[in-house]
């Protein structure tokens, strides 16, 4: 079993930040990666970034250079620094494990004016 309890999500202006928090806790190789995603065109869940374990790291296009996902093991949290955000990157934000086995219930992040 593993659980995923997302948190950090709000309202915010364009151009503006936020911090997402991912609690986690589980299996060890459930748990070797997390990742940040939201809805995309079809209603799919689009991995905005993810994190190993080890501390490698990806990222979407979209984000790149705009987000830092990092994790801390200790804390058994992932986070998701969220900065320079625009209109589009609204969505509902969901923790997942395992390769989409597992996910928490979303955080919803809303950019606008």
């Known amino acids: 079993q593993v659980q995923l309890v997302e948190s950090g999500g709000g309202l915010v202006q364009p151009g503006g930040s936020l911090r997402l928090s991912c609690a986690f806790s589980g299996s060890y190789s459930s748990t070797n990666v997390i990742g940040w995603y939201r809805r995309a065109p079809g209603n799919q869940r689009e991995l905005v970034a993810g994190?190993?374990?080890?501390?490698?790291?990806n990222y979407a296009d979209s984000v790149k250079g705009r987000f830092t996902i990092s994790r801390d093991n200790a804390k058994n949290t992932v986070y998701l620094q969220m900065n320079s955000l625009k209109p589009e990157d609204t969505s509902v934000y969901y923790c997942?494990?395992?390769?989409?086995?597992?996910w928490g219930h979303g955080t919803q992040v809303t950019v606008s004016s």
């Open positions: 997942g494990a395992d390769w989409g086995r597992y």
């Open positions: 994190v190993s374990r080890s501390g490698s790291t």
